[in-house]
């Protein structure tokens, strides 16, 4: 019989790019756990006036998510770019819209990781990391973040943190993700993906 596959939600907001890479590095290592799928969503933007209502669907890009994804999935990974050391507004915005699943206990119990990128080095990337854990502990979910025991996140240059996958883009978006930068966000998808596993072992 063919083995059923469990999702793994990766949601993220990028605006250049950059998270977007990370979410999809990400969901190469949650694929490389038998029997764990990659889910990835994006959130749209938002904006102070609205005038056109956003299309169901992104232009480019993977799907906009939906309240469905956080029942049917298995763990959930976060990402967004820093906005002031913070989470940019429309990932807090969704999230804010969670009230419902928050109330019914959707994500508790369920492992998540966050991950971001910045511009510069000491751009906000340890406080943008937390500021997305903080919502998810209150969903009563189980926060896993990069063991030193990866090689990466001890000769990283550039991004990669215990809190979290990164990547440090450049003022003007010119980095390419380095290796560590690979190394640590698959490794975080692996660690996310093979703890989810083992939680359904567990039940």
Sequence with gaps: MPQTMSDILILYYSRTGHTAQLARLIARGVEEVPGMRSRLRQVPPVAPVTEVAQPPEPEEGAPYVTKQDLHECVGLALGSPTRFGN????LKHFLD???AEWASGTLVGKPAAVFTATSTMHGGQESTLLSMALPLLHHGMLLLG????EPALSHTQSGGTPYGASHVSGSKGENAISEHERELARALGRRLADTARKLAVSV
């Design 146 to 149: 990069i063991p030193y025991t």
């Design 87 to 90: 989470m940019a507004a429309p």
């Design 97 to 99: 819209t969670t009230g």
